[in-house]
Structures are given as structure tokens and as C-alpha cells.
């Protein structure tokens, strides 16, 4: 195969199913697949950035230890209600497994985009050049649980609002073969699942206003789909949150990518996964890495085409 010819890998959205990105990558370079162009949408455009600074298997590792009592530690109501997301501990997260505050963009070894979204107007917008810890927060702002951010005079929230999985982005970055990972694409016709409450710590956090929010989102955080529902009783109110975030990115999803293919795209079955549950995270990178093992003959194909171009 050419050597010249630029691979680009396309990072979707998709909340705590974003760790499956971690095991797809690691696959692909196993078996020589390196990217040189990178671009992520929310927590795609974080796994990408650890991938872009070599911080992949660190960022694996922290994943890996996370346990339910961590995830509930980076919840933070504040009295603005701009956002549940602790900032401060999130932010020290980013500079722990991914880059400092002064790791420029286009330092970086690889090409790398985030995709966010701008605020006001609705525009897609592509982060090439600045900060790098800044541009995966802008991409990663998924409004109700992390406040916009201020970027170049505008406020930007979550990337997937506009464009889920990235490919046209790997395309305008020069790139010859698009390898996508769609984290949405079997995340409709599930049932809802209503979690068992820990009714202890319900029952002592939940006086005053602060309190019943606070139980709202440890609900939020445990929200997912399987098939043992029960069809006749209502979902909560952020449980229809999450369903709508759902079907919002499933029909973006499918349009953008009919009209922008990728040459392969990888697919993680993880509907289960609920959006908030980061602690299943070797569940996600497991999936990862299976999905790359079942498509190493569409891979070969794929190269096979290129060949000699």
C-alpha cells in the first residue's frame, strides 16, 4: 500500500460509550493501522487528544479504575445551574490524562480537529489551532451538564449536536481513507431501564432544592436501555432527557454519515451502556477492540483497493 496516502480516523460522540474509542484505536495500531489525522467529536475529540499525545494507554488506565463513587464525585450542583460537571475536578482531570493548559493544537504530531458547536447560531465549528485542553471542553460541553464555553467570541457546546462522527472533517484535513467509530448506531428500540435507587443516600441528600436535584442526576447518571422495561410506566423526566439526547445524534448520525461514507466504519454494540456510567469503561474498550478483530477482512480489502495508488 501506498505509504503517502493519509489515514483519518473519525471519532463519534456518544458519552460514556466513548470508551470503546480507546480499544478500537489500540487494535488498529496493533495491527499497523496508525491514523495521521484525528478529529473527535465530544468525548471523540478527548479520546483522539490522548491518542494525539500519546497519553492513550494513561487514559486507559485511569478509565479502567473508576468506580461509581468516582463518577458521582465529578457531579456539582451549582448555583449558577449552568452545569451538574464539577469544572474544577474535571479540568484537573484533562491536564492529568490528556494535555496541560499550554499544549497548543498544532504542536501535535498528528493533524487534530474537535468538532463543537456554536451556540447562537448553530454553526459547526472545527477547533484546529489554540488550546488543546479547551477545544476537547468546547466539544465535550453537552449542555445541561457542562456549562458553553467561550471560545474566539463565541459560545460553543457539544460537537454532536451538528456532527456526531466527523468524517467530513478527516476529509477537509487531507485525509485518503476515512476509518470512522459510530457510537449511536444501535442505541434505538431499546426499552428503558429504570435503575434501583440506593434509597440510604436518596433519603439523606435529598433536602432542599440542591438535594432533589442532586438525586435527579445520580438517576441521569445510571440511565440506560435494555429489553426488561416496563413499557407501561412513564420514564422519569431525565430519562426522557437522555432518550431525546439519543434519538437527537441517532438522526443526525445517519444523515450526515449517508451523505459523508467512510471507507470503514466500526460500529460498538453498546445501547446498554447508560450516558453517564464511565465505570464500565473495560466493558466499552472490550467492544472496541472486538469490533476492530470482526472487520480485519473489510480492513485487508480496504487496503488491498489502495494499493499501488
Known amino acids: 500500500m501506498n505509504t503517502e496516502l493519509?489515514?483519518?480516523l473519525a471519532l463519534g460522540s456518544g458519552s460514556s460509550r466513548g470508551w470503546a474509542h480507546i480499544g478500537v484505536i489500540k487494535e488498529l495500531l496493533k495491527i499497523g493501522v496508525s491514523p495521521d489525522i484525528v478529529c473527535g467529536?465530544?468525548?471523540g475529540a478527548m479520546v483522539g487528544a490522548a491518542y494525539a499525545t500519546d497519553n492513550i494507554e494513561k487514559l486507559e488506565t485511569w478509565a479502567c479504575s473508576l468506580t461509581k463513587f468516582d463518577v458521582a464525585k465529578f457531579i456539582d450542583i451549582n448555583i449558577s445551574?449552568?452545569?451538574f460537571v464539577n469544572t474544577e475536578r474535571f479540568h484537573g482531570f484533562l491536564n492529568e490524562n490528556i494535555a496541560s493548559d499550554s499544549h497548543a493544537i498544532e504542536d501535535l504530531s498528528k493533524i487534530y480537529a474537535a468538532v463543537?458547536?456554536?451556540?447562537?447560531?448553530?454553526?459547526?465549528?472545527?477547533?484546529?489551532?489554540?488550546s488543546l485542553v479547551q477545544a476537547v471542553w468546547a466539544s465535550m460541553s453537552l449542555p445541561g451538564l457542562f456549562p458553553a464555553i467561550r471560545y474566539d467570541n463565541r459560545w460553543l457546546v457539544d460537537g454532536g449536536l451538528v456532527n456526531p462522527v466527523p468524517v467530513s472533517v478527516c476529509r477537509a484535513l487531507g485525509a485518503d481513507i476515512?476509518?470512522?467509530?459510530?457510537?449511536?448506531?444501535?442505541?434505538?428500540?431499546?426499552?428503558?431501564?429504570?435503575?434501583?435507587?440506593?434509597?440510604?443516600?436518596?433519603?439523606?441528600?435529598?433536602?432542599?432544592?440542591?438535594?432533589?436535584?442532586?438525586a435527579l442526576v445520580k438517576e441521569y447518571t445510571n440511565f440506560s436501555f435494555n429489553g426488561t422495561g416496563d413499557s407501561e410506566q412513564s420514564p422519569s423526566l431525565l430519562n426522557a432527557i437522555a432518550a431525546s439526547i439519543n434519538i437527537t445524534q441517532d438522526r443526525i448520525t445517519r444523515s450526515r454519515m449517508a451523505g459523508e461514507p467512510a471507507d470503514i466504519v466500526f460500529t460498538p454494540k453498546l445501547a446498554d451502556i447508560g450516558l453517564l456510567e464511565l465505570y464500565r469503561a473495560e466493558e466499552a474498550i472490550e467492544e472496541g477492540?472486538?469490533?476492530v478483530q470482526k472487520k480485519m477482512l473489510k480492513l485487508s480489502m480496504c487496503w488491498e483497493e489502495f494499493d499501488g495508488i
Open 116 to 130: 463543537s458547536t456554536d451556540l447562537e447560531t448553530g454553526q459547526e465549528v472545527w477547533m484546529r489551532k489554540g
Open 41 to 43: 467529536t465530544s468525548v
Open 178 to 214: 476515512v476509518i470512522a467509530v459510530n457510537l449511536n448506531g444501535d442505541i434505538m428500540g431499546k426499552r428503558f431501564h429504570k435503575p434501583d435507587v440506593e434509597k440510604n443516600n436518596i433519603k439523606n441528600n435529598t433536602k432542599g432544592f440542591s438535594g432533589k436535584i442532586t
Open 81 to 83: 445551574m449552568t452545569g
Open 289 to 291: 477492540r472486538k469490533c
Open 6 to 8: 493519509k489515514i483519518g
